[in-house]
Protein backbone atom coordinates (compact mmCIF):
# COMPACT_ATOMS: atom_id res chain seq x y z
CA UNK A 1 0.00 0.00 0.00
CA UNK A 2 1.13 3.46 -0.96
CA UNK A 3 2.06 5.39 2.41
CA UNK A 4 3.75 8.98 1.35
CA UNK A 5 5.22 10.36 4.45
CA UNK A 6 6.70 14.30 3.57
CA UNK A 7 9.50 16.03 5.51
CA UNK A 8 11.70 18.78 5.18
CA UNK A 9 9.58 21.95 5.72
CA UNK A 10 10.74 24.82 8.07
CA UNK A 11 10.92 28.06 8.61
CA UNK A 12 13.49 29.79 6.03
CA UNK A 13 14.33 32.65 5.21
CA UNK A 14 13.60 34.84 1.64
CA UNK A 15 16.42 34.31 -0.80
CA UNK A 16 17.43 30.63 0.94
CA UNK A 17 16.65 26.81 -0.39
CA UNK A 18 15.73 23.88 0.37
CA UNK A 19 14.73 20.59 -0.24
CA UNK A 20 11.75 18.42 0.79
CA UNK A 21 11.48 14.63 0.52
CA UNK A 22 8.73 12.33 0.04
CA UNK A 23 8.64 8.97 0.53
CA UNK A 24 7.05 5.58 -0.02
CA UNK A 25 7.13 3.72 3.14
CA UNK A 26 5.33 0.91 1.81
CA UNK A 27 7.80 1.20 -1.00
CA UNK A 28 4.97 0.79 -3.96
CA UNK A 29 5.44 3.76 -5.83
CA UNK A 30 8.10 2.78 -8.13
CA UNK A 31 5.85 2.59 -11.08
CA UNK A 32 3.95 5.81 -10.38
CA UNK A 33 3.93 9.08 -11.55
CA UNK A 34 4.94 11.78 -8.18
CA UNK A 35 4.11 14.63 -8.05
CA UNK A 36 3.72 17.95 -5.50
CA UNK A 37 1.68 20.62 -4.64
CA UNK A 38 1.16 23.08 -2.01
CA UNK A 39 -2.36 24.90 -0.38
CA UNK A 40 -1.51 28.83 1.05
CA UNK A 41 -3.69 30.04 3.94
CA UNK A 42 -6.92 30.69 2.93
CA UNK A 43 -6.56 29.47 -0.72
CA UNK A 44 -7.23 26.20 -2.91
CA UNK A 45 -4.48 23.48 -3.26
CA UNK A 46 -2.62 23.97 -6.37
CA UNK A 47 -0.34 21.49 -8.70
CA UNK A 48 3.68 22.72 -8.22
CA UNK A 49 5.50 19.71 -10.13
CA UNK A 50 5.34 16.56 -11.13
CA UNK A 51 7.63 13.57 -12.70
CA UNK A 52 6.84 10.52 -14.69
CA UNK A 53 7.30 6.93 -12.96
CA UNK A 54 11.15 6.38 -14.10
CA UNK A 55 11.88 9.99 -13.24
CA UNK A 56 13.09 11.51 -16.74
CA UNK A 57 10.36 13.72 -17.71
CA UNK A 58 9.33 16.35 -15.32
CA UNK A 59 6.42 19.42 -15.43
CA UNK A 60 6.43 22.32 -13.55
CA UNK A 61 3.80 25.53 -12.79
CA UNK A 62 4.93 27.69 -14.79
CA UNK A 63 5.56 30.97 -12.07
CA UNK A 64 8.07 28.35 -10.34
CA UNK A 65 9.74 27.15 -12.94
CA UNK A 66 13.40 27.78 -12.68
CA UNK A 67 13.01 27.65 -9.12
CA UNK A 68 11.42 24.38 -8.41
CA UNK A 69 13.56 21.50 -9.32
CA UNK A 70 11.37 17.67 -8.56
CA UNK A 71 13.66 14.64 -9.07
CA UNK A 72 13.40 11.29 -7.79
CA UNK A 73 15.97 9.05 -5.37
CA UNK A 74 17.72 5.92 -7.58
CA UNK A 75 14.81 3.50 -5.88
CA UNK A 76 12.68 5.42 -7.32
CA UNK A 77 10.58 5.32 -4.11
CA UNK A 78 11.16 8.97 -2.92
CA UNK A 79 10.67 11.87 -4.79
CA UNK A 80 12.11 15.72 -4.08
CA UNK A 81 11.40 18.92 -4.74
CA UNK A 82 14.49 21.65 -4.42
CA UNK A 83 12.81 24.99 -3.64
CA UNK A 84 16.05 27.55 -4.64
CA UNK A 85 15.37 31.84 -4.38
CA UNK A 86 12.49 31.04 -1.58
CA UNK A 87 9.76 33.64 -1.74
CA UNK A 88 7.26 35.15 0.77
CA UNK A 89 4.59 33.52 -1.55
CA UNK A 90 5.93 30.36 -1.11
CA UNK A 91 4.52 29.61 2.49
CA UNK A 92 2.24 27.09 1.95
CA UNK A 93 2.25 23.29 3.23
CA UNK A 94 3.29 21.41 0.53
CA UNK A 95 1.38 17.94 -0.41
CA UNK A 96 3.26 14.78 -1.87
CA UNK A 97 1.13 12.83 -4.29
CA UNK A 98 1.23 9.86 -6.35
CA UNK A 99 -0.91 7.94 -9.09
CA UNK A 100 -0.43 5.76 -11.79
CA UNK A 101 1.27 7.11 -15.35
CA UNK A 102 -1.53 8.99 -16.22
CA UNK A 103 -1.58 11.12 -13.44
CA UNK A 104 1.45 12.50 -14.86
CA UNK A 105 -1.05 14.08 -17.68
CA UNK A 106 -3.94 15.06 -16.19
CA UNK A 107 -2.90 15.59 -12.53
CA UNK A 108 -5.39 13.37 -11.04
CA UNK A 109 -3.21 11.67 -8.19
CA UNK A 110 -4.58 9.07 -6.07
CA UNK A 111 -2.20 8.77 -3.02
CA UNK A 112 -1.43 11.76 -0.61
CA UNK A 113 0.62 12.73 2.04
CA UNK A 114 0.00 14.63 5.31
CA UNK A 115 1.96 17.34 4.27
CA UNK A 116 4.52 19.72 5.28
CA UNK A 117 5.06 22.99 6.26
CA UNK A 118 6.94 25.75 4.08
CA UNK A 119 7.03 29.37 6.09
CA UNK A 120 9.34 32.38 3.96
CA UNK A 121 10.11 34.92 5.67
CA UNK A 122 11.78 38.23 5.29
Known amino acids: QVQLVESGGGLMRVGGSLVLSCEDS????????MAWFRQALGKEREFVAS????????RYKDPVKGRFTISRGDAKNTVFLQIDNLEQEDTAVYYC???????????????WGQGTQVTVTS
Open 51 to 58: INWSGGTA
Open 26 to 33: GRTFGNLA
Open 97 to 111: AAGPADSFFNDEFVY
